[in-house]
């Protein structure tokens, strides 16, 4: 089994910033892909930023510029480094991680940690 860890939510004011980590354990060999997804009340789970084992990352247009997602593969963690927060950036974040078990095979799994809040005022 495999859990992820989602720390470093809060309540901030417009402009300032925060830094989320997730740190994956468990039953982990590698990992592929890791990436983070936000989800406000009332909305669809949307894709914030990617990065995949090599380091090539991807990232929502609403927050190109902004934010900085980065990994440690030593460590099965991911960050997100969110600057010039903004009111629309409210919601729960999710870390999401494509896992390999064993060396044995390509075999990969999905998991999702439990979230963390982000509250920007205004």
């Known amino acids: 089994q495999v859990q992820l860890v989602e720390s470093g939510g809060g309540l901030v004011q417009a402009g300032e910033s925060l830094r989320l980590s997730c740190a994956a354990s468990?039953?982990?060999?590698?990992?592929?892909?890791m990436g983070w997804y936000r989800q406000a009340p009332g909305k669809q789970r949307e894709l914030v930023a990617t990065i995949a084992s090599g380091g090539s990352t991807n990232y929502a247009d609403s927050v190109k510029g902004r934010f900085t997602i980065s990994r440690d593969n030593a460590k099965n963690t991911v960050f997100l480094q969110m600057n010039t927060l903004k009111p629309e950036d409210t919601a729960v974040y999710y870390c999401?991680?494509?896992?390999?078990?064993?060396?044995?095979?390509?075999?990969?799994?999905?998991?999702w940690g439990q979230g963390t809040q982000v509250t920007v005022s205004s």
């Open positions: 999401n991680a494509d896992v390999r078990r064993t060396p044995y095979s390509g075999r990969s799994y999905d998991y």
């Open positions: 468990g039953s982990i060999f590698s990992i592929n892909a």
